[in-house]
């Protein structure tokens, strides 16, 4: 206990502790621009009346595995709708994202296969990555000469290369395009993460690989997660047959969890009905992310390209970043705040999310916000 109490310690002093934030019944009166509900659909009334009627169907939780009496028919139909939607031969549905990342990267790796990860992939990448038994090699951040200097010199027979579509910190696109080419010309797997690219990129908001022309491609496997654009809970792989059947047969991730409440089942199935049925709630949502990041640079700040709904103030000092925080949540806004380990040292910032039903008025609060934080960080306005 007193290795725990110094290490708490430690991180008290570098600004690098944190705590729960229950959320009150009706919010807490914060604009939300910390949450990943883009396209704002968590609280939909069809969405939530979805998930409603089939607790009552079929009761709060999936009950066993999806191997044993954890599948359900919303199950299916959510795998053949999402398959539908991104173009995907196949889909199979976990509990998680989180999962999702765990199942592929482990099914698709072992001792025989090199894996070749971004160095900013997200966590659920990293911890697959470290779970696949691969040798691993880290490649700097969308470096897709380094991909091909890893891939020409492995000694491994096979190769799998990860990365996410939409990066979770800084917004910014993997150059899909490229690193297929790579892996098309080495003979390796190429994984893609639609976290943050799901309903937000490409037509109908189908995703990075479907805007980049690899969807039908049988060497491209994708996660992606019902958590975010989706408003609900869950996480799938979409790629060929084989790839789908592996995980339900070698899957531990799949195998060993129970499956997903068919609320969540039925409410990521709703939404996707809504988002393909309503093309102009991923153009919204883009154009406030461009908003709001005209705002922070035209207050001084330094922040990122949004290609999607996500964008990044750098901060830097853990402790600026924090009182940064502090100012937007005076003003009205709810603001991540991302911090080492999350974060590379020296990179804290305030990670910001747009939705499409963020209104005019909220962007214009945020704006102000911005002025406020550089006002205090003694940073110049750019008007």
Same mark, same amino acid.
């Given at each position: 206990?007193?290795?725990?109490?110094?290490?708490? $310690?430690?991180?008290?002093?570098?600004?690098?502790?944190?705590?729960?934030?229950?959320?009150?019944?009706?919010?807490?009166?914060?604009?939300?621009?910390?949450?990943?509900?883009?396209?704002?659909? $968590?609280?939909?009334?069809?969405?939530?009346?979805?998930?409603?009627? +089939?607790?009552?169907?079929?009761?709060?939780?999936?009950?066993?595995?999806?191997?044993?009496?954890?599948?359900?028919?919303?199950?299916?139909?959510?795998?053949?709708?999402?398959?539908?939607?991104?173009?995907?031969?196949?889909?199979?549905?976990?509990?998680? #994202?989180?999962?999702?990342?765990?199942?592929?990267?482990?099914?698709?790796?072992?001792?025989?296969?090199? &894996?070749?990860?971004?160095?900013?992939?997200?966590?659920?990448?990293?911890?697959?990555?470290?779970?696949?038994?691969?040798?691993?090699?880290?490649?700097?951040?969308?470096?897709?000469?380094?991909?091909?200097?890893?891939?020409? #010199?492995?000694?491994?027979?096979?190769?799998?290369?990860?990365?996410?579509?939409?990066?979770?910190?800084?917004?910014?696109?993997?150059?899909?395009?490229?690193?297929?080419?790579?892996?098309?010309?080495?003979?390796?797997?190429?994984?893609?993460?639609?976290?943050?690219?799901?309903?937000?990129?490409?037509?109908?908001?189908?995703?990075?690989?479907?805007?980049?022309?690899?969807? +039908?491609?049988?060497?491209?496997?994708?996660?992606?997660?019902? $958590?975010?654009?989706?408003?609900?809970?869950?996480?799938?792989?979409?790629?060929?047959?084989?790839?789908?059947?592996?995980?339900?047969?070698? #899957?531990?991730?799949?195998?060993?969890?129970?499956?997903?409440?068919?609320? $969540?089942?039925?409410?990521?199935?709703?939404?996707?009905?809504?988002?393909?049925?309503?093309?102009?709630?991923? +153009?919204?949502?883009?154009?406030?992310?461009?908003?709001? +990041?005209?705002?922070?640079?035209?207050?001084?700040?330094? &922040?990122?390209?949004?290609?999607?709904?996500?964008?990044?103030?750098?901060?830097?000092?853990?402790?600026?970043?924090?009182?940064?925080?502090?100012?937007?949540?005076?003003?009205?806004?709810?603001?991540?705040?991302?911090?080492?380990?999350?974060?590379?040292? #020296?990179?804290?910032?305030?990670?910001?999310?747009?939705?499409?039903?963020?209104?005019?008025?909220?962007?214009?609060?945020?704006?102000?916000?911005?002025?406020?934080?550089?006002?205090?960080?003694?940073?110049?306005?750019?008007?």
């Amino acid at each position: 206990m007193q290795r725990l109490r110094d290490a708490y $310690s430690v991180r008290t002093v570098s600004g690098l502790t944190r705590r729960l934030r229950p959320r009150p019944v009706g919010g807490d009166g914060l604009v939300d621009l910390a949450g990943n509900d883009y396209l704002g659909l $968590s609280r939909d009334e069809r969405v939530v009346s979805a998930a409603a009627a +089939a607790a009552l169907t079929w009761g709060a939780g999936a009950t066993g595995s999806r191997l044993v009496t954890g599948t359900t028919v919303l199950h299916a139909d959510l795998e053949a709708a999402l398959a539908r939607f991104a173009g995907a031969p196949d889909a199979l549905v976990f509990s998680s #994202g989180y999962l999702a990342n765990l199942g592929a990267v482990t099914v698709l790796g072992g001792p025989d296969v090199l &894996v070749v990860s971004d160095a900013v992939n997200h966590a659920s990448i990293v911890d697959a990555c470290r779970l696949s038994r691969s040798r691993v090699s880290i490649t700097p951040h969308r470096d897709v000469g380094a991909v091909e200097r890893a891939l020409a #010199g492995r000694a491994e027979e096979h190769a799998v290369v990860v990365t996410d579509a939409l990066f979770s910190v800084d917004g910014d696109l993997a150059p899909l395009p490229d690193l297929h080419a790579v892996c098309r010309n080495y003979g390796a797997l190429l994984v893609v993460d639609e976290a943050h690219a799901l309903g937000v990129v490409g037509d109908r908001g189908r995703g990075a690989v479907y805007a980049a022309g690899l969807a +039908a491609e049988p060497d491209v496997v994708r996660t992606v997660t019902l $958590s975010k654009s989706l408003g609900s809970q869950g996480g799938a792989v979409l790629g060929a047959s084989e790839v789908i059947q592996e995980l339900i047969d070698r #899957g531990r991730p799949f195998i060993f969890d129970t499956g997903l409440a068919p609320a $969540s089942a039925a409410a990521a199935l709703t939404a996707l009905r809504i988002l393909a049925s309503t093309p102009e709630l991923v +153009a919204t949502v883009r154009a406030r992310a461009s908003e709001l +990041a005209w705002a922070a640079r035209s207050a001084g700040l330094t &922040v990122t390209r949004p290609d999607g709904a996500v964008l990044s103030v750098t901060i830097g000092d853990p402790h600026a970043a924090l009182h940064a925080q502090a100012i937007c949540a005076e003003f009205g806004l709810k603001v991540g705040c991302f911090r080492p380990p999350s974060v590379p040292e #020296g990179r804290a910032c305030l990670r910001l999310t747009a939705r499409a039903d963020l209104s005019d008025a909220e962007v214009a609060l945020a704006a102000r916000a911005f002025t406020m934080v550089a006002r205090s960080l003694r940073i110049p306005s750019r008007h």
